[in-house]
């Protein structure tokens, strides 16, 4: 993929081991980040969704790659 994304995965999902997200940078080719979040189960925006917001707020405001 050519554009930024960002990958949220709870450290404590049980649904989708956290594992599953590691070492995925190469199919990108935008930005990329992949956070881990601690005690956080596989429904991200219910259990936590402060931390949700501040990280999609945090990558939101990230000035964007311009491309070469």
């Given amino acids: 993929l050519d554009v ?5 995965h709870g450290a ?6 956290p ?7 190469a199919l990108f080719r ?3 980040e992949r956070r881990l979040m601690a005690g956080v189960g596989h429904f991200l925006q219910r ?8 990280a999609l707020l ?6 964007a ?3 070469d």
Wanted: aromatic share 8%.
């Fill in 65 to 67: 790659a311009t491309p």
């Fill in 58 to 63: 945090h990558f939101f405001e990230a000035p």
């Fill in 30 to 32: 935008g930005p990329y």
């Fill in 4 to 8: 930024p994304t960002l990958v949220l």
């Fill in 12 to 17: 404590a999902d049980g649904a989708n081991h």
């Fill in 19 to 25: 594992d599953t997200s590691l070492g995925r940078e």
């Fill in 47 to 54: 259990e936590a969704p402060a931390q949700v917001l501040a």
